[in-house]
């Protein structure tokens, strides 16, 4: 098969296009085709590289992937050859305390097809039968590998850390990133207002198509002057947080008493600096968020499947540039997901 493989961190040339064996599927797992996968900044951590984290190398990145069962080994009994499928990324032990739980997400074991084990950026992958998604049929392959980590991301933040409430002002920031476009539909859904960042027009027109109320070019603007206007100086309730060392000192100055600040990493720089008064003043909650719940993506895809939910494609670029993808990644170029086809 060809597959794009990272055999050591570095710049976009470490991005190898090669020919290897076509992987064989273990009894408990699938042989799926990829007829699409998505981009996610995710991979660009694994390319590059993450200060105190050891990533297995050579892998082949690729966290979001769509495709058609090719074979089962004996122990998968619910999919078969033929079957469309959706690739759930995350994976657990399945046998611990939180696993049992349904909280697979913490899992001492847990790990991200892509990053523990090969991903999508391939022809063909191998994954555990019990990852395995039904697509709808109402769906396409881009759409359907547009979805997975950054709908089940932004729904763990904003649901079950965050608990935004109907009428709650929420912040959403980097509204074109795959986390963040997806963010401003699912509070909407729970009946948030948004306000939502971005860095050009375009960008900013496209989240008010989403569902966002307000917005704030950040290039121009102070965002937390803006929030302060907009919220006629009570702050907001809810913010939604990806990008780390740039927000952060405007987000503990934007949050209303009893506000929640929920951040899923750290694109910027992780060494932020926090004004602990206002924290403890204000009694603000800090909470940090790491992908979710197998249950919780299945819900997710009920509301993609109704069309309650959108997966949003940004542009979709054959597998072999996926060196254009992640420099158009990088460069932010991007309003919600890049998708490779192999």
């Not at 990145?61 to 122990?75: E, L, T, Y």
């Not at 913010?239 to 060392?245: A, F, R, Y």
Request: net charge neutral.
């Amino acid at each position: 098969m060809k597959a794009v493989v990272i055999r050591e961190h570095g710049g976009l040339d470490s991005l190898l296009w090669e020919d290897l064996p076509d992987p064989e599927p273990k009894a408990d797992e699938a042989l799926v085709e990829v007829k699409a996968c998505g981009v996610n900044h995710l991979d660009l951590w694994l390319r590059k590289g993450v200060p105190g984290h050891r990533y297995p190398l050579p892998m082949i990145p690729g966290n979001d992937i769509a495709g058609v069962v090719r074979k089962v080994g004996s122990a998968v009994k619910e999919f078969k050859a033929g079957d469309e499928v959706i690739v759930a990324p995350g994976i657990s032990c399945g046998k611990c305390a939180a696993c049992a739980q349904g909280d697979d997400h913490l899992c001492r074991w847990y790990g991200i097809i892509g990053e523990h084990r090969d991903g999508g950026y391939a022809e063909l992958v191998s994954v555990p039968g019990g990852n395995l998604l039904s697509k709808p049929q109402g769906i396409s392959f881009k759409e359907a590998a547009a979805f997975p980590l950054v709908f089940l991301t932004a729904w763990h933040m904003i649901v079950d850390r965050a608990g935004v409430r109907e009428g709650e002002d929420v912040l959403v920031h980097a509204a074109g990133s795959g986390v963040g476009s997806a963010a401003i539909q699912v509070a909407r859904l729970h009946g948030g207002n948004v306000i939502a960042t971005a860095g050009s027009k375009e960008k900013l027109d496209r989240a008010k198509e989403l569902g966002a109320t307000h917005l704030i070019d950040y290039r121009k603007e102070d965002f937390a002057d803006r929030v302060r206007e907009i919220t006629h100086k009570r702050g907001v309730d809810v913010i939604v947080d990806s990008v780390g060392k740039d927000t952060w000192p405007g987000n503990i100055k934007s949050l209303a008493k009893g506000g929640r600040l929920v951040f899923c990493g750290a694109t910027s720089g992780w060494d932020v600096t926090t004004d602990v008064r206002r924290v403890f003043f204000k009694g603000l909650s800090i909470l940090g968020s790491t992908m979710g719940t197998r249950g919780e993506l299945r819900e997710v895809l009920a509301h993609l499947a109704s069309g309650r939910l959108k997966a949003v494609v940004d542009s979709v670029l054959p597998l072999e540039q996926a060196r254009e993808a992640h420099r158009k990644l990088e460069a932010r170029e991007a309003f919600g997901k890049i998708i490779l086809e192999p």
